[in-house]
């Protein structure tokens, strides 16, 4: 029997941003893209401003940001919060939209993010001291309604009656004080021909995981700058940016997103003189998520030494004296192992089996010991573990669900790539780096998979963790990477070096290590001599 098969996929998001940069050019938006900071307007007072989170007040960072967004100082370029890992960029975000709905009465809010959980995130939070009949959520006809959290449900465009999504008239939707959708459903409002001005403000979280004819789309035929509209981008941009895999989209630029253009390329928004200009960005500076020893290296890489550790001491040094620790109260282990890159053959991603039983031997110990000899306890949900690769993702998955059969909540643990992990935090985590073979490197490279040669996707992974990071990998073949080089040097430096020695093989050349790594198998129930050797 033969069949046909014809694979196909959604156009309507890449026409969507075609007519949003269509509309770019006609719509007036010079000064909103490419802005000189030459059209300054006057500012609003911001005296007396009182936060719904009293507590934001207290961080100069992210109280200035506030005051300047509710200000429009910046207009009608836009204002940029510069938002490293945990340091409150959301949080900004949604404060500084209460205190416009609270300070401007004659608003209307656009709030975007390029995913629905970016998007769900915001608008659960803004429920809290916003009233539900002024915010509305509308989500695309194509998304699960099993998967749209309780909270929001009661603001979303879900009619239970019909069990469909539904779309309001223009004049209805134009009686909310704030919409919220992702950035391409944002163009629902261009189609349904909103008059350009209705919305004062558009914010738009997570910024930089965007395209930027993405963010285009909430902006073009909806926001008039030059009549006093405001945008705000929230992001990151040594984060991971747009996911692209067309090689000539790549080339020609579409992987930089408008907050990393616009923090790179205009000098509105480069640092002069060791800082930003606040009438245009704030960088937050106070980190609420990680142990010092976690954020020492990306701070040092990526953020110019400006971080400062300001998280709960309760929660970042729950691990300090964890009895599988090299060094106690350094909660960073890298363990050094000689694996072997595998693939199965329906599939062309790779694992590497020998990590997975190093992993697991970790989470087993993690699991036995709190509770115990002063460690915290954990659940699974406050464990995460990352891979770069699907299949080492899946193998990893069964071999848990495999070894803790008789753990409650098990299935709570994520497993996931690092695109997967972009905001999301856990007391614990666990990498798994898989690549070890330096056959294989000039590959992950051209097709930009793995953590070698791609700085972000290395900064976010090494970010995520609260009180323990547990790194498993190949120290030969990471540090060919200058970030990986420094990581690595940082762990031996400080005594959070595990495993297998590398001093072993630092001296070999690239042939004598593709020799090595072919012929010896570290996973034979009699390992080899050399294996033994390189053994602690």
Known sequence: MLFDVTFTFNRMPLMVQHRAVDLAKRKNLQECLF??????????????????????????????????????????????????????????LVEAIKQVLKNLPECHIL????????????????????????????????????????????????????QAYEYPTKNKLMEYKVIITTLVTAGRLVSAQFPPGHFSHVFIDESGHAVEPECVTAIAGILDVMKGGQLILAGDPQQLG????SPFAIKHGLGMSLLERLMTQNPLYGKSSGSYNPQFVTKLLLNYRSHPDILNVPNELF?????????????????????????????????????????????????NVHEIEVLVNYLHSLLETQGKKGIAKISPKEIGIIAPYRKQVEKIRRAIDQEFKAVTDIKDLKIGSVEEFQGQERKVILISTVRSSPNYVKFDEDF??????????????????????????????????????????????????????????????????????????VNEPEPRKLYCKLLL
Not at 124 to 136: A, C, F, P, S, T
């Open 242 to 245: 747009p996911v692209l895999r």
């Open 35 to 92: 802005p000189t900071g030459s059209h300054q307007r006057s500012n609003l007072p911001t005296d007396g401003l009182r936060l719904y989170d009293q507590k934001l007040e207290n961080n100069h960072e992210q109280f200035r940001a506030i005051k300047q967004i509710v200000s429009g100082i910046s207009r009608p370029a836009p204002y940029l919060i510069f938002g490293p890992p945990g340091t409150g960029k959301t949080v900004t």
């Open 303 to 351: 953020y110019e030494k400006e971080l400062q550790a300001k998280a709960d001491e309760l929660i970042t040094h729950a691990y300090c004296n964890w009895e599988k620790l090299p060094k106690k109260n350094f909660p960073i282990i890298f363990h050094h192992v000689l694996g072997k890159d595998e693939r199965e053959g329906n599939s062309p991603s790779f694992f």
């Open 111 to 162: 709030s975007c993010a390029p995913s629905n959980s970016a998007a769900d995130l915001i608008c659960e939070r803004l429920m809290k001291h916003v009233d539900k009949k002024d915010i509305y959520r509308i989500m695309a006809s194509s998304r699960d309604f099993r998967f749209v959290p309780e909270s929001i449900k009661p603001c979303c465009n879900w009619n239970s009656s019909t």
């Open 448 to 521: 930009g998979l793995g953590f070698l040669k791609n700085p972000k996707r290395f900064n976010v992974s090494i970010t995520r963790a609260k009180a323990l990071l547990i790194m498993i990998g190949n120290a030969v073949i990471l540090r060919k990477d200058p970030n990986w080089a420094r990581f690595l040097n940082y762990c031996s430096d400080k005594g959070g070096y595990s495993g297998l020695r590398a001093d072993y093989l630092e001296d070999l050349d690239e042939t004598e290590l593709t020799e090595l790594f072919e012929t010896l198998n």
